[in-house]
């Protein structure tokens, strides 16, 4: 049978300094600002900018003519934070002028979504997010946006796949080893995740789904500090995103069970697939994408759009994600057009699953 799900935490997680009783109040908010790279000068920008800095790039009526705020939904040295911040850098010279990440944290992503769906439309606002902008519908009864209606696409940007791994003193050392000691264990075993509406909620999730039981579930606020606790023991297991997991995994820091792709992960090549360990329903790729409010000029989106195609073109930016088990989207996905109607089936997927599991962050 089924398990049902809320998101209501447990309070036997071992260490409570990171747990985040009432997530999803959402306001958590913290702010870490990078500037990327300098092309021209120019000091950092926020949310919604307009002065000028007097930059001389050209790509759309004078667009970009100042700093470009990407708005990360999640803590700095995650997947997400990383995936920014790789093509940040080759954007920010195909468009002339410097891009600021800026990681606003809190409710799954939906904090930062609703933050730049209601920022100037002036393309100076870019939101990255991943597959959970397609979840949250799902997930939050009162969404503060529409992921279809208050934002234009500028175009998908990688899919990662996801990995369960645990620390080191962790029972089982098989990913049918884990299903059988979760099974058995249920209410000791504790599960991290980087926040109510996270890809590694919902990992987890169909997860717990899939084998029918219900864990203790320890929200952080992003991935980095998740896997700070996994690694010190703090926290017995958790899925993630390889971006962010492939390092710990490679120096022997955590344990890997399984990948959550269909075929095996070239750069973590020992690491069976969910399908071929027993459990071919959970399958989780996380998708990024890049967006701007709705009201945005499409010349400015075009702009955006013919800067990320020349990131994801990158060699650079290819040979490291490939290192981080990852890759760009080919390039006739990194399109407005191609992105909106993949963002509108993965909404029309992911919210029936979300429902069947019985999943809310009401
Ligand atoms: N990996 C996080 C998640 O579980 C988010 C991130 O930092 O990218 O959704």
Known sequence: MRSRHSFVMRSTAPDARHRLPVVRLGALLAISALVISACTGG????????????????????????NITFVVPFSAGGPTDTVTRLIAEPMSE???????????????????AGEVS?????????????????????????????????????????EVPMTFIANNDFEPNTFEELIAYVTENADTVTYAHAGIGAASQL???????????TLTEVPYEGTGP??????????DFMCDQTTNTSGQIQAG??????????DRVASLPD??????????????????????????PDEVVEALTAALQVALEDQGVIDQLAEL?????????????????????????????????GVSAD
């Open 203 to 213: 990992c987890g999730l169909l997860f717990q789904s899939a084998i029918g039981v």
């Open 253 to 262: 820091e955590v344990k890997a069970y399984a990948v959550t792709t269909p």
């Open 118 to 158: 209601q920022a100037a439309a002036d393309g100076y606002t870019v939101l990255m997010h991943h597959i959970g902008m397609s979840t949250a519908p799902a997930l939050y009864s009162d969404l503060p946006y529409d992921p279809l209606e208050d934002f234009k696409t500028v175009g998908l940007v990688t």
């Open 271 to 296: 690491i069976p697939t969910t399908e071929e360990a027993g459990l071919p329903e959970v399958q989780v790729g996380v998708w990024h994408g890049l967006y701007v409010p709705a009201d945005t």
């Open 43 to 66: 000091g950092s920008g926020s949310p919604g900018a307009s002065s000028s800095d007097g930059g001389d790039g050209g790509a759309a009526g004078g667009y970009p003519d100042q």
């Open 94 to 112: 195909a468009l002339g002028q410097q891009i600021v990440v800026q990681n606003v944290e809190g409710a799954g992503g939906t904090v930062a």
């Open 325 to 357: 088990g990852a890759a760009p989207v080919s390039l006739d996905r990194a399109t407005p057009e191609a992105h909106s109607a993949y963002l509108e089936e993965q909404i029309g997927v992911w919210g029936p699953i979300i429902e069947e599991a």
């Open 226 to 235: 998740a896997l700070t606790d996994l690694v010190g023991g703090q926290v």
